[in-house]
């Protein structure tokens, strides 16, 4: 649940990029640390594995401005999207506010992205929370692959896997070119701070 300090008229909420091992993650984070190093007052802390893949998570702190009065700061977090960090992912989620699931376009990762929807949706359902009520947003990830002749899924067979039930906004996306890198942002700020409304009121 977000931080609310109605006295300093601060709110602190916590975003979660979560999805399978190598789909983009940390890409997608530091893209937006590149983006805006003037808004971000701290570096962004990344916790690595061997093989430069996160073992705990990324942490990218992020002030947006007023919105409805307040001083609102995004906590970004990354998950460590290999199997074996199970405990890990349930840690980080912890006290999450919105969601955005990075998908991996790559047709050899269908099934690990399946898998891990399946395992946010158990985990978030440990802290009482439905996958189907937390803001969420997807991004499918790596669409600039398709260019080097890597074979990827069409997005109406990602949205057909991914999104047929949820029905919650999604965009292609390049996290390393920084293709709706920003959009996928921006419209899980505005759908997390919308679900915030009424404890600011």
Do not use: W
């Not at 993650?25 to 007052?41: P, V």
């Not at 989620?93 to 099934?111: C, T």
């Not at 991004?139 to 039930?165: C, H, I, P, T």
């Amino acid at each position: 649940m977000a931080f609310v300090n109605l006295k300093n008229k601060e709110v602190q909420a916590k975003v979660v990029f979560y999805g399978p091992g190598r789909g983009g993650k940390t890409t997608n984070l530091e893209y937006i640390y590149s983006k805006f190093r003037e808004r971000i007052k701290s570096d962004m802390v990344s916790i690595k594995t061997h093989g430069d893949r996160t073992l705990f998570f990324d942490f990218l702190p992020f002030e947006i401005g007023k919105i409805m009065g307040y001083d609102v700061r995004i906590q970004l977090y990354t998950v460590p999207g290999q199997v074996k960090y199970n405990a890990t992912r349930r840690l980080v989620l912890k006290g999450v506010d919105g969601m955005v699931f990075v998908a991996d376009s790559m047709v050899k990762q269908r099934e690990k992205n399946l898998l891990s929807l399946k395992n946010l949706q158990e985990n978030l359902a440990i802290y009482k929370k439905s996958i189907f009520k937390i803001p969420l947003v997807l991004q499918y990830n790596k669409r600039d692959l398709a260019k080097e002749g890597v074979e990827l899924m069409s997005m109406e067979q990602m949205e057909k896997d991914l999104n047929s039930q949820l029905k919650v906004p999604s965009f292609g996306a390049s996290a390393v070119t920084g293709e709706n890198v920003i959009p996928s942002l921006k419209k899980i700020i505005s759908l997390t701070m919308a679900s915030l409304q009424n404890v600011l009121k």
